[in-house]
Every structure is written in C-alpha cells, then in structure tokens.
C-alpha cells in the first residue's frame, strides 16, 4: 500500500510539474493580450486563435456595454463589419458547390433585369468581379440611402449610367466596393425566395450550431450583443437600437441590398470555427461546409486566361491575400472597421492557423493596411504558435 501511494504521489507530481508551466505560459500570454487591449483603448474585445482544426486559446476582454458594466464573455455577439462579405462569401460559396450560383453567370440572369455599364454593353457583370470588387461601380452614398431601389440604380434602362465608371471595363480595374458586396446580397433573395438573413441561417449557421444572424432580432439571446462605440470611447450604436432597426424575413432584393455589407453579428468562437473551415479542406467538426475545391478557389489569384479578370485584385471571392501578417507567410481572410469596431478574421494554412480579433471600440490606427491591434495580437500567435517561443 505505501508503495502504490508513493507511487501516486510521483505521478501527480509530474502531472503538476507539466501543469504549472502551461498554466504560467497561459497567464502570460493573457497578460500580453490584455495590454494589446489596454493599449488600444478597447472598451471590450475578444482574440480566439485556433490551430489543427481546434481552438486553442481564446481571451475576453472589457465589457460589452458601459451601461450596464457586462463582461465580454464567449457568448458575447459582436458586429463584424466587413468580415460580413467573407462569411457571406461562404454562404456563396456553397451555392456554387451546390450549382444554385455560377460564378461567371451574367448577374441579370439571378436579378431578373440587364445590369450593365452603358459604355460597355457587351460585357456582362458576373458575381466574381462582384466579389473580387472588380465590377466597375462607382462607389457613391446613393446605395446606402434607406428608399433607394437597387433595379433603379444598375438596370441599364433606368439609372446605370451614374452607378457604373464609364471609362473602366467590367474586370479590368480593382476597387474596392461596398455597394458591389450589397448587391451578392440581393442576389441570395432573388435567387432563393429567402431573406438573405435567414436563408444563410438555415443553409450555414444551423447546420454548424452557429446562431449568428444579420438582423438583432434573430438572435436567440440578444441580451448578450455588444454595444458599439466610436473610437473616442463616445456611444455609436447600442444593443436597443440594433433590436429596433426594421428588417423585413422575407426577400426583398430590391431593399436588402445593404445587409451583406456589414451587418452581421455573430460570437468570436462561431467566426473562428468558419475561419477553421476555409483555413483546412472545408469542413470543421466533421461537418462539410464547402468543398476543398471550393476553399481552393477562395485562395487563388485571378488570371485572364483562367477567369477573365484582368485587373491585380487582392482579392477572391470575398477573401484577401496578406503577405505582412506573419514573416514568410500568406494568410486569407478579411478585416472590418465601423467606427470603433475593428474585426479580423485571418487563416494561415501552412501551420493551420486561425486568428480572430473582435472589439466594440477601440483605436482604429493602421499599419500597412491592417488594424494595429489586430498586428500586435497576431504577432503573439505567431510566437507561440508558430515560432513557438513561449516566454
């Protein structure tokens, strides 16, 4: 008897000995997460890495709303601004795995109208220069006006003209366009009969146990939404206001063209779990999402000879390449910003990383192009799983 307890006692001493470093290595790593959040001037934000096809860290910060004094936490949604297009990239994605969508169909086919730029009426508008932002729109405010219509504004026989850069040919030219996004989304309803809301619910979310949606009031528990702030730590839109915003369940292509844009709400662990999906062979948890050729397509570089885009986008199907991340390596992904939210949702396929970075407000600074937040966040993955340099 004094033998087998003696012989216990080792083991849970070497449990322990292995134990302790892990956790100090994780309390570290908080510590310098934490003062990247701090140094921003976050009100609340979340960094969820995963790697391997799991999840391997994720750190809360802050609150959710200064009112009410709620700590961020996993069940927290938060706005992701353009991350929207990416997600609803997916969506996209899976319709054409499923052949509901060609990628290279004239758009007009899906709307039920011509859509064209006058100057060019040979040249149709597919939804890969939509989502390559390659399609030649002219990014004006008139797309975002509440009564606006979306066949008033790229029917070629009413006003295309003014929505369209007359000097530039379908797919030559990159620029980035937020109405171009907006109008994939009506396309889902026209093509569906669903909102686009609820049909990327029924078709994408469900199926992975994500309750995510487009609309506040879709959420199961909406008392758990973030507030959003401006980068000055000043109020720019709260939870109330989100659940008060009219949003139709039922198609409206004509009107919900905007929804795509930016509007998503969803939980830090549910946008890594899809970032897991695209960063290996389309599935996460055994569950098939979109097909590996699929995610391939995300990843490759447009070519003439191969697509018919001439112009140097860094961008496929929703989906940018970045070299400057991670030293030597190239990750897929996207970034949204809106006001103070900063969102980014990045893969590195080559070591199977995956890296979220969510806030509610913060300081929205750049370096190169990307969230100085979201770097300095990035830089601390890449040392511990990566580089693996564990302080």
């Known amino acids: ?57 994720e750190r809360y910060y802050g609150i959710q709303q200064k009112t009410t004094r709620v700590p961020v936490s996993e069940d927290t949604y938060f706005r992701c601004a353009s991350v929207t297009k990416l997600v609803t990239g997916i969506g996209l994605m899976k319709m054409m795995d499923e052949g509901i969508l060609d990628p290279d169909e004239d758009i007009s086919t899906y709307l039920g109208y011509t859509v064209r730029n006058p100057s060019f009426m040979d040249t149709p508008i597919t939804l890969r220069m939509l989502m390559s932002h ?9 797309f975002a006006s509440q009564v606006s219509i979306l066949s008033d504004m790229i029917d070629v026989k009413k006003k295309a003209g003014s929505n369209f850069k007359t000097d530039v040919k379908p797919g030559s030219e990159y620029a980035y366009s937020n109405f171009g996004a907006g109008i994939t989304g009506a396309i889902i309803e026209s093509v569906t009969g669903m909102d686009v809301s609820s049909y990327m619910r029924k078709t994408l979310f469900d199926p992975l146990g994500i309750d995510a949606a487009y609309s506040a009031a879709q959420l199961a528990h909406p008392e758990n939404i973030a507030a959003v702030y401006n980068k000055d730590g000043s109020l720019y839109l709260a939870p109330s206001y989100m659940l008060r915003q009219q949003y139709t369940q039922e198609a409206r292509p004509d009107y919900h063209y905007r929804v795509t844009i930016g509007r998503l709400l969803i939980r ?12 290996g062979d389309g599935t996460v948890d055994g569950v098939r999402v979109i097909s590996g050729e699929a995610v391939a397509a995300m990843r490759r570089e447009h070519s003439e000879e191969t697509d018919g885009i001439t112009a140097d986008s860094p961008y496929t199907f929703f989906t940018i390449r970045q070299d400057t991340l991670f030293e030597g ?11 103070g939210i900063v969102c980014n949702l990045y893969v590195e396929p080559e070591n199977e990383l995956v890296i979220v970075v969510m806030t509610n407000g913060c300081n929205t600074k750049r370096d190169n192009g990307i969230m100085r937040i979201t770097r300095r966040l990035a830089a601390i993955a890449e040392d511990v799983y990566i580089k693996g340099n564990v302080e």
């Open 1 to 57: 008897m004094r033998r087998l307890r003696r012989i216990l006692a080792q083991v849970l001493a070497l449990m322990m000995a292995f134990a302790m470093p892990a956790a100090a290595e994780e309390q570290n790593m908080d510590a310098r997460v934490d003062e990247v959040f701090r140094a921003s001037n976050a009100v609340g934000g979340a960094f969820v890495v995963a790697q391997h096809g799991s999840i391997v860290y």
């Open 134 to 142: 390659t399609a030649g729109l002219v990014e004006n405010s008139s």
């Open 268 to 279: 830090p662990r549910d946008l890594a779990r899809l970032g897991i999906a695209i960063c």
């Open 329 to 339: 390596l190239r990750v897929y992904g996207h970034q949204g910003t809106d006001e």
